[in-house]
C-alpha cells in the first residue's frame, strides 16, 4: 500500500507517517520513488499512536523500535519497562496534582477566613453567577 492509505487506514497523516521515517520507527520498502507499506507497517502505526495517546514522546519510542528492527522476536521486556516507567510518571503527576488540589483548597479557606470578616460574609454567588447561560440574555 502507498502512504496515503496507510495514513487513512491508521488515522494518521502522511506529514506524521514521513516523520516517523525521519525518525527512524518506520522504514518501508522502497518501489522507484514509491514507498510501500504492508500490514506490520499498519500496526505500528497504530501502536506509535497509541502509544502516543497515553503519553509517549516519539523519542521515547525510538530504542523499542530500533531493538524491533534488529531483534526478529519483539522485545517485549524493554516495552514492559517502557511502560512501566511511564505508570511511575503518570502516578508522580497525578500525586503532584493532588498536593496542588490541597493547596488550593487550603488557599481558599485561607482566603475566606481573612476576607469574610473584612466583606461581613463569606461570597455568596448573585443569582446572575448561578443561572443558566440560557436564562441570561
Known sequence: MYIGEL????????KAIRL???LGL??????GSYRLYTAHHLTLVQM???AQSV????GEMSELLAAK???APFPLALANQGIEL???ELQ????????REQRLTQLQQQINLQFASVAGAAFIPCSEDVAPASARQ
Open 7 to 14: 495514513a487513512r487506514l491508521s488515522g494518521s497523516t502522511p
Open 20 to 22: 516517523y521515517e525521519q
Open 26 to 31: 518506520l522504514t518501508p520498502q522502497r518501489s
Open 48 to 50: 506509535i499512536r497509541s
Open 55 to 58: 503519553g509517549f514522546k516519539l
Open 69 to 71: 528492527q534488529h531483534q
Open 86 to 88: 511511564k505508570r511511575l
Open 92 to 99: 508522580a503527576q497525578i500525586l503532584a496534582l493532588q498536593s
